[in-house]
């Protein structure tokens, strides 16, 4: 399914990817300034989208995870980077995969977006932002049944699981050279929560598969990261160490491949 393995790698307080033989590994995501894991917002690859299960769960996971960490931070009542969260997918995730989804038969979401992002920054009631919130996140979750290729069968979750935990390890990097920066890290909250809440879903499925070695290694990653993304809000407790991250990770791509 991939070639060319990321052997994720630290190295003067730097995220880089380094590939080594593997015939079918989990894709390696460059860093990059500003965007979770390179590419601007998550480096999603439209056409590669419409033919790979993978990169097509990855879009709808990297979309999700703004609207995880946008919910939970406007409970916070931070509505200003709440709005900003929801905003930001519409413009460098979904407007570039909007012929992919039509052409697979999505229905589209754009406009609950939209609306999700305007009400945050209207500063309208909790309950009403968190419905909007539930409404995107349905139509993403809705949008997994129309996946090409293999579909979402449980190694795709996992190889899905394992790039998001990836790219929150590599964001926790990006976010803790500019510690008093709220944007980078709440970037890193939201793919960690995504990760996680996929992992919830899919769990059963993993077991069911034989794939209970492989949960194992996800549990461990998600373990490993829970003490970096405790709140949605900026951390008052040192930084932790992010090489025991990258490690989990790169046991979980050995396991899995």
């Given at each position: ?6 052997v994720f ?17 989990i ?9 979770e ?29 703004h ?5 939970d ?7 200003q ?21 039509a ?15 305007t ?14 919130v ?5 139509a ?49 909250y ?14 059963p499925?993993?077991r ?9 290694a ?13 709140t949605?809000?900026l951390?008052?407790?040192p ?15 050995e396991?899995?491949n």
């Amino acid at each position: 399914m991939w070639l060319g393995l990321g052997v994720f790698t630290l190295a003067g307080g730097a995220a880089c990817a380094q590939p080594a033989p593997s015939a079918t590994a989990i894709p390696a995501v460059p860093v990059a300034q500003g965007g979770e894991g390179g590419g601007g917002e998550g480096g999603i690859d439209p056409e590669l989208a419409a033919r790979d299960p993978v990169e097509f769960l990855v879009a709808m996971d990297v979309i999700a995870a703004h609207y995880a960490a946008g919910r939970d931070i406007y409970r916070l009542g931070e509505a200003q980077a709440a709005g900003e969260m929801f905003a930001h997918p519409i413009s460098e995730v979904y407007a570039e995969l909007e012929e992919v989804l039509a052409r697979l038969r999505v229905t589209g979401f754009r406009e609950q977006m939209e609306r999700a992002s305007t009400l945050a920054l209207d500063r309208a009631p909790t309950p009403e932002v968190e419905q909007a919130v539930a409404t995107v996140l349905a139509a993403v979750l809705a949008a997994e049944a129309h996946a090409p290729g293999a579909g979402a069968i449980p190694k795709v979750q996992a190889l899905v699981i394992a790039a998001m935990a990836d790219r929150a390890v590599e964001q926790y990097v990006l976010a803790s050279a500019e510690p008093d920066r709220l944007e980078p890290y709440l970037d890193g909250y939201g793919l960690y929560r995504a990760a996680a809440d996929r992992t919830a879903r899919v769990a059963p499925a993993l077991r069911d598969a034989q794939l209970g070695p492989v949960l194992t290694a996800i549990e461990a990653v998600l373990a490993a990261l829970a003490p970096a993304y405790q709140t949605a809000t900026l951390p008052t407790t040192p930084r932790i160490d992010p090489m025991p991250l990258a490690a989990a990770v790169t046991r979980l791509r050995e396991t899995l491949n």
